[in-house]
C-alpha cells in the first residue's frame, strides 16, 4: 500500500464497522491471551512467585508509559495527517523511546535494590526491562498501521506475540517453573511482534525518499503524549495501592477482579475510536466537527448501556458461578462499578475528538484534575466504606473527567459536545433494572436480563438511537 494514501481516501464511502471491529479483535486476542498465560503462570509458580511476576509486570507497564507509550497515537495522528511522514516518524519514535528505556530500566533496577529485594529479583527485573526496547518499534508501527486503517495488521501482531507467549511459556513452564522462565516467554513475545511488526512496515515503504520529522517535535511531542497517560494511569491504580494499605490485601483483591471487568470492557471504545482517529484527523477542521463529535458521544453513549444492563443484573450469579461464595462481595461492588462505563465510554469519544484537533495538552490539565480528586476522595472514604467508596469514587473520577470534557469543547469549538438524545435512553436503563431489581427474587436473573435486553434493544429502536449508531458508523463516508 502507499503511503501517499489518505486516510479519507482509504474509507471512501466505506463503513467503519469492519475497522473497528477488527481493532478490538486485536484487543480481545490480546487480552485473552494475556488472562490465559497469568492463570497458567499462577497455578505454575506458586503465590510468592506469582506475586513477584506480577509486581515486575506493574512496573514495566508504568516504565513503558514513561517511555513514550502513548507516542503511538501520535503516530497515528500525524502520519494521517501527512502520510509521507509515517516512516520517518516510526524510526524517530522507535530511537526516542529506546533511549529512554535504557535511561530508565537501570533507575528501576536501582529502586528494587533499595528496597531490598533480592538479587535474583533484580537479575529478573533487568531482563524483562529489555522488552521495552522492543516495544518502541512495535508501538509505532502499531501507529503507522492505524494511521493507514491497516486494522487488520494490528490482529497480525497481536496473534504473532500471543502464539509465541503460549507456545513458549507452555513449553518452558512445563518443565521447572521459575520466574526467569516466565520472564523469558515475555521478552521473547515481545521480541517477536516487534520484528514482525518492522517487516511489516517495510513493505509499505514507498520507494522514493520520504521527507524527515525533526528530533525536537517528537520530543516535544514525547513530553506531552507520555505525561497524560502517565497521570492516567496513576489515578487507574491507586486505589488498589489505598485499599491495600488501609483495608488488607483482601479488600483489593475483592475490588480488583471487577475492576478488571471494567478494564476489559474498554475494548469496545478503543476498537471504534481508533478506526475513527485517522479518519477524523486528515479531515481539515469543519462545520461538521459538531456533527461527528455528537454521532461519536451517541454511539459509544448507548453502546456502554448494554454491558452496564447485563452485568447489573448478572454480577451475582456470575460471581457466584465462576469465583465462588468467597467472592462474594464482588458481585455488589461490580454493580455498582459497572456504571462507570458509561461516562469512560463517552470519554473515550470525546478524547479522541480532542487529540484529532491537536488539543492533546489539554489531556495533562484534565488527567491531572482527575487525579488529585480520585487520591483525595479514596483517602477520605475508603477508611470508612472500603471497596465500595473505591467503586463510587472511581464513577466520580470519569464523570468529572466528563464535565471537563465538556467544558473544554464548550470553549474551544463552540458547542456542546453532550447529545440531547441519550439522556432518554440513561433514564430508560435505570428503570429497567430497577423493575428488574423488583421481580428478580422470584425468576431467574438469566430470564430477566434476556427480557430486559430485549426490553431495552426496541426502545432504542423506536427512539432513533440505533439508527444513530448505523450513521454513526459511516463517519468515513463524507469527505472534508
Given at each position: ?56 509486570l ?93 486494522m ?14 503460549l ?22 513475545s515481545?521480541a517477536?511482534?516487534?520484528v514482525?511488526?518492522i517487516?511489516l ?33 496513576i ?88 469465583l465462588?461464595a ?29 487529540l ?125
Amino acid at each position: 500500500m502507499s503511503t501517499t494514501t489518505r486516510a479519507t481516501d482509504l474509507l471512501p464511502g466505506a463503513l467503519l464497522l469492519p475497522r473497528a471491529s477488527q481493532a478490538m479483535f486485536s484487543q480481545v486476542l490480546r487480552r485473552t491471551v494475556r488472562f490465559f498465560f497469568l492463570f497458567l503462570a499462577a497455578r505454575k509458580l506458586g503465590p510468592e512467585i506469582f506475586g513477584t511476576y506480577v509486581l515486575l509486570l506493574a512496573v514495566t507497564e508504568t516504565l513503558s508509559l514513561m517511555t513514550g507509550e502513548g507516542l503511538a497515537d501520535y503516530v497515528a495522528r500525524e502520519a494521517a495527517k501527512v502520510p509521507d511522514l509515517a516512516r520517518s516518524l516510526v524510526h524517530r519514535v522507535s530511537a526516542v523511546r529506546c533511549l529512554l528505556a535504557l535511561a530508565l530500566a537501570p533507575l528501576a533496577v536501582m529502586v528494587l535494590r533499595l528496597l531490598h529485594y533480592p538479587g535474583e529479583v533484580q537479575q529478573a527485573a533487568a531482563v524483562l526491562f529489555l522488552a521495552l526496547l522492543a516495544r518502541g518499534p512495535l508501538a509505532a508501527v502499531q501507529g503507522r498501521f492505524r494511521a493507514a486503517n491497516r486494522m487488520d495488521l494490528l490482529v497480525w501482531l497481536e496473534a504473532v506475540q500471543g502464539a509465541v507467549l503460549l507456545a513458549f511459556g507452555t513449553y518452558l513452564l512445563s518443565g521447572a517453573a521459575t520466574l526467569q522462565v516466565v520472564i523469558a516467554a515475555e521478552v521473547g513475545s515481545t521480541a517477536a511482534a516487534a520484528v514482525t511488526a518492522i517487516w511489516l512496515a517495510s513493505r509499505m515503504s514507498p520507494d522514493s525518499p520520504s521527507p524527515r520529522v525533526t528530533w525536537g517535535a517528537v520530543w516535544r511531542a514525547t513530553a506531552t503524549f507520555n505525561v497524560y497517560p502517565l497521570i492516567t494511569n496513576i489515578y487507574d491504580r491507586v486505589d488498589i495501592v489505598i485499599l491495600s494499605v488501609i483495608a488488607g490485601n483482601a479488600a483489593a483483591g475483592l475490588y480488583a477482579l471487577p475492576y478488571r471487568v471494567l478494564a476489559t470492557l474498554q475494548i469496545i471504545p478503543f476498537g471504534l475510536t481508533a478506526a475513527v482517529l485517522p479518519v477524523l484527523t486528515a479531515r481539515a477542521e469543519s462545520p461538521d466537527d459538531r456533527q461527528t463529535c455528537l454521532r461519536l458521544a451517541t454511539v459509544l453513549g448507548v453502546l456502554s448501556m448494554f454491558p452496564a444492563l447485563v452485568l447489573a443484573l448478572l454480577a451475582k450469579p456470575l460471581v457466584h458461578f465462576i469465583l465462588q461464595a468467597s467472592y462474594a462481595p464482588s458481585a455488589d461492588i461490580l454493580r455498582l462499578l459497572v456504571w462507570a462505563a458509561i461516562p469512560m465510554f463517552v470519554n473515550y469519544g470525546l478524547n479522541t475528538f480532542l487529540l484529532a484537533r491537536s488539543r492533546e495538552r489539554l489531556f495533562v490539565w484534565t488527567s491531572t484534575v482527575c487525579a488529585v480528586a480520585n487520591v483525595t476522595l479514596n483517602l477520605i472514604l475508603i477508611p470508612r466504606y472500603s471497596y465500595y467508596a473505591a467503586a463510587a469514587v472511581t464513577i466520580v473520577t470519569e464523570v468529572l473527567l466528563l464535565v471537563q470534557n465538556v467544558v473544554i469543547i464548550r470553549r474551544k469549538f463552540a458547542f456542546l459536545p453532550l447529545p440531547g438524545r441519550l439522556w432518554f435512553p440513561v433514564a430508560v436503563l435505570a428503570l429497567i433494572v430497577a423493575v428488574a431489581e423488583g421481580i428478580g427474587s422470584r425468576i431467574s436473573p438469566f430470564v430477566v436480563a434476556a427480557a430486559a435486553c430485549g426490553v431495552f434493544t426496541i426502545v432504542l429502536y423506536f427512539s432513533g438511537s440505533l439508527k444513530d449508531i448505523a450513521e454513526s458508523m459511516n463517519l468515513g463516508a463524507t469527505r472534508a
